[in-house]
């Protein structure tokens, strides 16, 4: 599969409903897993392509996008590993070096603004920060002379959802039932939502 056409994929699995089945959903899934296969268990791989620091910053930007709330948060997913993968094997040279130029560009921003880098800000400075980049973003998608999609931070939400909603963690804070599950050899249909069809 080329990059791109992964990535076009992964986009897919940040913008459209993962109950829904078959066509680009599916697809996202089945790449996640795929992807997932390289990083291993959550926190199992050491990071390839990050520097410790940039995985750092990865991490608390991935916190402040999807935190742990009454569900798990980006970290308990993976996002750091799912994101080292993709930069690992996954982006064109291109995209990857845009990628860590951007994520080198957010602790001396945080460092301006707070005189801190951005893991050791507090909730409020990081959430502050990342409502910087995010307005920014929006600037750019109102001006039809920019392309957003040429942004760290439009990679970096992208890969955090993509990195989530394709994890174990992800898919069952959304209900999703993982299959295959464990054998079970008499349900009831209704239990699993089938609406009792036969």
Do not use: N
């Amino acid at each position: 599969m080329r990059r791109r056409r992964a990535l076009k994929i992964m986009g897919a699995a940040t913008s459209a409903p993962l109950l829904m089945p078959g066509g680009a959903v599916a697809q996202a899934l089945a790449l996640g897993q795929r992807i997932r296969a390289e990083v291993g268990p959550v926190g199992g791989a050491p990071v390839a392509t990050l520097t410790p620091a940039q995985a750092r910053t990865v991490t608390a930007l991935a916190e402040v996008i999807l935190p742990r709330t009454d569900t798990p948060g980006a970290s308990e997913a993976g996002v750091t590993a799912f994101v080292d993968a993709l930069l690992t094997g996954w982006l064109d040279a291109s995209d990857r070096d845009r990628f860590l130029a951007g994520i080198d560009e957010v602790d001396p921003l945080a460092r301006a603004a707070h005189g801190a880098d951005l893991a050791d800000c507090t909730a409020a400075q990081q959430a502050e920060l990342v409502a910087v980049l995010d307005e920014e973003l929006d600037r750019r998608r109102q001006d039809p002379d920019e392309e957003e999609t040429r942004t760290f931070f439009y990679d970096m939400k992208r890969f955090t959802l993509a990195g989530y909603f394709t994890s174990r963690v992800g898919l069952r804070t959304l209900g999703y039932r993982i299959i295959p599950g464990a054998f079970e050899g008499c349900v009831l249909l209704d239990q699993y939502g089938t609406g009792g069809q036969r």
